[in-house]
């Protein structure tokens, strides 16, 4: 029998259990996490990057003291780094010890296709270790993967078993917790759509924006930490090739606080806008009359 990680009583007692482990999330997405915890469903999270869809996964799996496996998704995913392949180097040095001892036929087969010559990817770890203590099944990016890819996910979702033709069928005890994120840089299939919950995270207001940084870098001044939040909205209202996520307000507000800063000003601003904006024409465009400006706005 699976030992079954512990669940959540009612919303609100999943929402301070988010904040105990400082994620600050929407009633409506605690719902949502709650209901693929219930119902035990997928979840798929789409947004833009750094707005803490990745986040959820980790936060999950700390608060409920269970393995978090990620799939990180990108283009030529195939079986043998999603699923499974056979350690071909250790398989070989197997049959030259089997040939010297003179075992052949059905015993030489059995000997180099057991479970010791398999190397576990993701999908089939998640499988296996079900039947201890159901993991959270990250699959992160599932945008960047082929659609060929997600036909295949559409099996696993609905069935939970692989099939391993020199070893035989392994199956799920329990399905694992799943969440799948999306930046949408290309749609994901109905199909898949329709076996998951579906959250849209967006960018944050900014009093929760504000209450991320005070959870996460508790030791940023408030009078730093309003003006940045207040600098990063100001800057997803800019005409800028990639405007910055949450992830880069925190590594912002991390950097001012390692450089002793308690307020934004000019200089600080422009030495340190590598921490949110990765591009250098963005960078070129918020320097200068921008900068004040922006500081102006944040002026509190």
Request: glycine fraction near 4%; charged fraction near 25%; aromatic fraction near 6%.
């Amino acid at each position: 029998m699976s030992d079954l990680p512990a669940t959540f009583a009612s919303i609100d007692e999943l929402q301070a259990a988010l904040a105990a482990h400082a994620y600050v999330a929407d009633r409506s997405l605690t719902t949502a996490i709650f209901l693929a915890l219930k119902l035990n469903k997928p979840l798929l999270l789409e947004g833009e990057a750094g707005v803490g869809k990745t986040e959820i996964a980790k936060t999950l799996a700390r608060m409920q003291d269970r393995h978090l496996i990620r799939l990180q998704c990108y283009e030529g995913l195939d079986v043998n780094t999603t699923i499974y392949e056979w350690n071909y180097a250790r398989q070989m040095l197997q049959i030259r010890l089997m040939e010297a001892q003179g075992i052949a036929g059905d015993d030489a087969v059995r000997n180099i296709f057991g479970p010791e010559f398999l190397i576990k990817r993701p999908l089939l770890q998640a499988i296996e270790e079900t039947n201890v203590r159901p993991p959270i099944l990250l699959i992160d990016e599932i945008d960047r993967a082929d659609e060929e890819f997600e036909a295949f996910l559409l099996e696993l979702l609905s069935d939970w078993q692989i099939s391993i033709p020199e070893i035989g069928t392994v199956r799920a005890a329990v399905p694992p917790t799943v969440i799948i994120t999306s930046n949408r840089t290309r749609e994901i299939h109905d199909a898949l759509k329709r076996r998951c919950l579906f959250y849209w995270v967006d960018y944050p207001t900014l009093e929760k924006e504000l209450q991320i940084v005070r959870a996460r870098v508790p030791e940023a001044e408030e009078r730093l930490a309003r003006q940045v939040v207040v600098v990063v909205q100001e800057l997803r209202r800019m005409e800028l090739y990639k405007l910055p996520g949450v992830a880069e307000t925190l590594d912002w507000v991390t950097a001012l606080v390692q450089l002793d800063a308690t307020e934004l000003t000019p200089l600080l601003v422009e030495d340190t806008l590598g921490a949110i904006l990765k591009y250098q024409d963005d960078i070129a465009q918020v320097r200068g009359n921008t900068t004040q400006e922006l500081l102006k706005r944040a002026a509190v």
